[in-house]
T-cell receptor, first 114, second 116 residues
Framework: KQEVTQIPAALSVPEGENLVLNCSFT??????LQWFRQDPGKGLTSLLL?????REQTSGRLNASLDKSSGRSTLYIAASQPGDSATYLC?????????????FGTGTQLKVEL | DTEVTQTPKHLVMGMTNKKSLKCEQH?????MYWYKQKAKKPPELMFV???????INESVPSRFSPECPNSSLLNLHLHALQPEDSALYLC???????????????FGPGTRLTVL
């Protein structure tokens, strides 16, 4: 059974800092990996998708990397802003006969302070 | 149209009620999903529909009954729920499975369900 862990569980940083969120998973036979953000009481917003054959993806100030062999992904946020405050979830996809099953990590709660 | 919509936003129901949650997408996606998220926990997969057919049921109790009437619409019928079923119910969709990992899932805003 795939297990996904995110470290740290919570993070508080001053505005402008560059930061790294970590995600580790136990089964390296993944289909893809997705990073999401979730604001309190809201749905999930997809940030980046990394296919199993890819090593990294970039979108604006966000960069995600994937190392399947070591079971790790990192999300790098450059020049953090208060609007980045949210919970960040990584989700590992495993392709089954029924489709792509996402298993979510427990999340990193980020607060960016002025 | 690049969004997944869910109705209602909030739902309060008694344990003897029957209600339904609705999810729609108009992105031409052929896979649709129901997830359940308890407070302070990550989402957990409940059901997957692929090309309007139920392809994954994660051993969900029968008091939850999914339905996919067409490729744009997904319903979750609720009956005889328990208070512990109170949660945020999230719907998602993704393009047809490419086999290459490019099946990004897009989520709706969720329905906050409270069972009294």
């Amino acid at each position: 059974k795939q297990e996904v862990t995110q470290i740290p569980a919570a993070l508080s940083v001053p505005e402008g800092e560059n930061l790294v969120l970590n995600c580790s998973f136990t089964d390296s036979a993944i289909y893809n990996l997705q990073w999401f953000r979730q604001d309190p009481g809201k749905g999930l917003t997809s940030l980046l998708l990394i296919q199993s054959s890819q090593r990294e993806q970039t979108s604006g100030r966000l960069n995600a990397s994937l190392d399947k062999s070591s079971g790790r992904s990192t999300l790098y946020i450059a020049a953090s802003q208060p609007g980045d405050s949210a919970t960040y979830l990584c989700a590992v996809g495993i392709l089954t006969g029924g489709g792509n099953k996402l298993t979510f990590g427990t999340g990193t709660q980020l607060k960016v302070e002025l | 149209d690049t969004e997944v919509t869910q109705t209602p936003k909030h739902l309060v129901m008694g344990m003897t009620n029957k209600k339904s949650l609705k999810c729609e997408q108009h992105m031409g996606h052929r896979a649709m999903y129901w997830y359940k998220q308890k407070a302070k926990k990550p989402p957990e997969l409940m059901f997957v529909y692929s090309y309007e057919k139920l392809s994954i049921n994660e051993s969900v109790p029968s008091r939850f009954s999914p339905e996919c009437p067409n490729s744009s619409l997904l319903n979750l019928h609720l009956h005889a729920l328990q208070p512990e079923d109170s949660a945020l119910y999230l719907c998602a969709s993704s393009p047809k499975f490419s086999g290459r990992g490019g099946d990004e899932q897009f989520f709706g805003p969720g329905t906050r369900l409270t069972v009294l």
